[in-house]
Nanobody, 121 residues
Framework: QVQLEESGGGLVQAGGSLRLSCAASGRIFFINAMGWYRQAPGKQRELVATITSGTSTNYADSVKGRFTISRDNAKNTVYLQMNSLKPEDTAVYLC???????????????WGQGTQVTVSS
């Protein structure tokens, strides 16, 4: 029904930048909040940043001032601009979206497959 596809991950040196994209497709009536989470090996999944349909944003303390989340509602896409990357930012980054597929059913959470971000020191 609904798919989230991330892109933009890769290998970068410390201090570098990457831009992640996540496009939602399929049967979509309305997208509420969208966000990015990350999971490093041996660690729990953690919130990185979220953005509401009204474009209010929220960031983890560890990325404030370095990462910027944005969205293009016409394209059903959320972005994560990551600057001043650190080795501790290395993780699989997963896209999340709260999506309503039709007017009769409540919204639910959808997840992408994830994209690897590796920051070398």
């Amino acid at each position: 029904q609904v798919q989230l596809e991330e892109s933009g991950g890769g290998l970068v040196q410390a201090g570098g930048s990457l831009r992640l994209s996540c496009a939602a497709s399929g049967r979509i009536f309305f997208i509420n909040a969208m966000g990015w989470y990350r999971q490093a090996p041996g660690k729990q999944r953690e919130l990185v940043a979220t953005i509401t349909s009204g474009t209010s944003t929220n960031y983890a303390d560890s990325v404030k001032g370095r990462f910027t989340i944005s969205r293009d509602n016409a394209k059903n896409t959320v972005y994560l601009q990551m600057n001043s990357l650190k080795p501790e930012d290395t993780a699989v980054y997963l896209c999340n979206a709260n999506i309503r597929t039709n007017i009769r059913e409540p919204s639910r959470e959808y997840w992408g497959q994830g994209t690897q971000v590796t920051v070398s020191s």
